[in-house]
């Protein structure tokens, strides 16, 4: 079965700062990979999917991911943080079984310091 | 606007009572998707429906149901509710499968008294 881990629950930036939120994928297939943002009351938006091609993904807001089967990490990042990147952020491994449903992370929450 | 549409946006009910959430799919998306979003939990998979059938099951309660209609709305069905039940409600779907990721709707915010 696959299943994602993302590190770190909370992250804390400067605005104008990089932006990293780290992700690890365990699958015995070569997975579908996603990361979806979702700001308060709201529900997920997708930023980013990996599927297959490149490996460097780029996304909506700035955001991209990078696919690296050697590490099994599907890490997020974004060069500069603007105060509007303060949300919750998710990444999810799609089940490679008939329902291609999404497995999600426990979630990171990115806090932008003015 | 995702496309998804959830009703209610928010419900108060109290414990032991039934409610029916509702989702209407992104206009040609076939599948959808009912998920849990709790603090303790996180969002766990409850049911995924694929064009009127079930497809897949997860962590779906036995007094919880669903179904998807012939035009393609679902409906999740709480019944005996508890306090735990309380959470964030989560409908999403897809065109076919959820190999390219899924639209999601704004949920449906539940609260058990």
């Known amino acids: 079965a696959q299943s994602v881990t993302q590190l770190g629950s909370h992250v804390s930036v400067s605005e104008g700062a990089l932006v990293l939120l780290r992700c690890n994928y365990s699958?015995?297939?070569?997975?579908?990979l996603f990361w979806y943002v979702q700001y308060p009351n709201q529900g997920l938006q997708l930023l980013l999917k990996?599927?297959?091609?490149?490996?460097l993904v780029k996304g909506i807001n700035g955001f991209e991911a990078e696919f690296k089967k050697s590490e099994t990490s599907f890490h997020l990042t974004k060069p500069s943080a603007h105060m509007s990147d303060a949300a919750e952020y998710f990444c999810?491994?799609?089940?490679?079984?008939?329902?291609?449903?999404?497995?999600f992370g426990s979630g990171t929450r990115l806090l932008v310091r003015p | 606007d995702s496309g998804v549409t959830q009703t209610p946006k928010h419900l108060i009910t109290a414990t032991g009572q039934r409610v029916t959430l509702r989702c209407s799919p992104r206009?040609?998306?076939?599948?959808v998707y009912w998920y849990q979003q709790s603090l303790d939990q996180g969002l766990q998979f409850l049911i995924q429906?694929?064009?009127?059938?079930?497809?897949a099951k997860g962590n779906i309660l036995e007094r919880f149901s669903a179904q998807q209609f012939p035009d393609l709305h679902s409906e999740l069905n709480l019944s005996s509710l508890e306090l735990g039940d309380s959470a964030l409600y989560f409908c999403?779907?897809?065109?076919?499968?959820?190999?390219?990721?899924?639209?999601f709707g704004s949920g449906t915010r539940l609260t058990v008294v």
């Open positions: 999810a491994v799609s089940q490679m079984d008939s329902s291609y449903k999404l497995i």
């Open positions: 429906y694929y064009n009127g059938e079930e497809r």
């Open positions: 699958s015995s297939v070569p997975p579908y």
């Open positions: 990996y599927t297959t091609g490149a490996t």
């Open positions: 206009s040609g998306d076939l599948s």
């Open positions: 999403a779907s897809s065109p076919l499968d959820g190999n390219y990721g899924y639209t």
